[in-house]
């Protein structure tokens, strides 16, 4: 009779596929995964914490190193988060270059993921291929706001500085050539056999568990669910554009690819149509309370000087209460929570990440795969492990 018992295996927190220091201890029963247990916290900096210890504006540089591949994002969820407990309108200028900002950063994205997964399961040309287009955008962050990884270009109110007519222009010219090299892709992976035995079939989840593990973006998408912030409850510019939702049907991996590729069109579409209608006017609400005043007047006025002073020594005075504002991120919906008391600073700040969400249905997406799929399943949910721990 033969002997059998189970396996425990730890892979990371320092392995080449998790993308960071992830540790995940399996138990197998031969090569299959009977659980797998999540051990997350080695990237800890108490970013949480350390909001609550600077204004509202000196936060804005602690984002960017919470997804450091897409730090644009995280500025835009948090300033949105404190708009929203100041009740500020953005001028409609600003709206329209922060949703280009964001659709820009969604592609980098999602280029960043299909790259790194398609390496992963071992068809390096994509990751070429898709760096070579990444490339482009992020010299399009370093002309805009001088850092390609670290930008903190969105502001408070608006954004730190206006288009010129270069930048429009290189956009212009990079989602004209950009679908034909989507196409490329696609012609690598979309029928190859290696990638369809690796990518279909693998950690399904239907779209009644995705919602109750509190999933999102192409993750729960990818399962047939039509829920997309940006549509559910519209801001920046996108109730004036047209475009649409891409699902997929049977909840695999290769879906939540398909669905990433199709929102790489869906957002050219976007850009394209912001561009077109971009409204004249000014890129920071007339709030001075809450705006900083620009360089130019605190070098030529004191009181303007006086008045920077006091904004990043002891901030802007706020309302009493709390607020919740989700955006929706190329991984999810990425949120924060403020709890303010008055003062110039968050009494409370919670962030929720959508990297962290989705490693809560990790066991129950790899549970019955193989150990060799486990790469596979991280790649699935696009984590990064600086917003993921925080």
């Known amino acids: 009779m033969l002997r059998t018992e189970e396996l425990m295996l730890n892979m990371g927190p320092q392995h080449p596929s998790t ?52 730090a644009m994002y995280n500025n835009f969820a948090y300033v949105r988060a404190v708009e929203k407990l100041m009740g500020i309108t953005v001028p409609p200028r600003a709206e329209y270059l922060r949703t280009v900002v964001a659709e820009v950063q969604r592609i980098i994205g999602h280029l960043f993921w299909l790259g790194t997964q398609a390496l992963d ?5 994509v990751f070429f291929y898709t760096f070579r287009d990444r490339e482009e955008l992020l010299d399009f962050f370093d002309k805009l706001c001088g850092a390609r990884l670290t930008t903190s270009w969105y502001r408070i109110g608006g954004v730190e500085r206006d288009f010129t007519q270069d930048l429009i222009d290189q956009l212009y010219a990079f989602i004209k050539t950009f679908p034909p090299k989507i196409e490329e892709y696609n012609v690598l992976l979309e029928k190859n ?9 693998i950690a399904v989840i239907s779209a009644e568990d995705a919602l109750s593990f509190g999933l999102s973006g192409p993750t729960l998408r990818g399962s047939g669910v039509e829920y997309d912030l940006r549509k559910a409850e519209p801001y920046g510019a996108y109730a004036d554009v047209e475009w649409s939702v891409p699902i997929g049907t049977n909840g695999d ?53 006086i008045m920077q002073f006091k904004f990043f020594s002891v901030g802007f005075p706020t309302p009493k209460g709390e607020i919740y504002c989700g ?10 929570y403020i709890v303010s008391n008055g003062e110039g600073k968050p009494y409370r700040l919670k962030i929720r990440a959508p990297s ?15 150990i060799a799929d486990i790469v596979t399943i991280f790649g699935t949910y696009d984590i990064v492990m600086g917003e993921c721990d925080r």
Request: one cysteine or more.
């Open 121 to 125: 399961i071992g068809a390096m040309t």
């Open 193 to 201: 056999r290696i990638w369809m035995a690796r990518t279909r079939g």
């Open 253 to 305: 991996t290769y879906d939540r690819y398909w669905v990433r590729i199709e929102e790489l069109k869906e957002s050219s579409k976007i850009i394209r149509q912001c561009l077109d209608r971009l409204p004249d006017g000014p890129i920071m609400a007339d709030v001075p309370q809450v705006v900083a005043p620009t360089k130019d007047r605190v070098f030529n006025n004191l009181e303007s000087m």
């Open 327 to 336: 955006t929706e991120a190329h991984k999810g919906e990425l949120g924060f």
């Open 19 to 70: 993308h960071g220091v992830l540790k995940v201890v399996l138990e197998l029963e031969g090569e299959r995964i009977m659980k797998a247990t999540p051990v997350m916290g080695f990237l800890h900096r108490g970013v949480e914490k350390l909001a609550e210890d600077g204004t509202y504006h000196q936060f804005i540089p602690h984002t960017d190193r919470l997804d450091y591949v897409c």
């Open 356 to 370: 962290f969400i989705h490693m809560g249905a990790f066991d129950y997406m790899s549970r019955g795969y193989m």
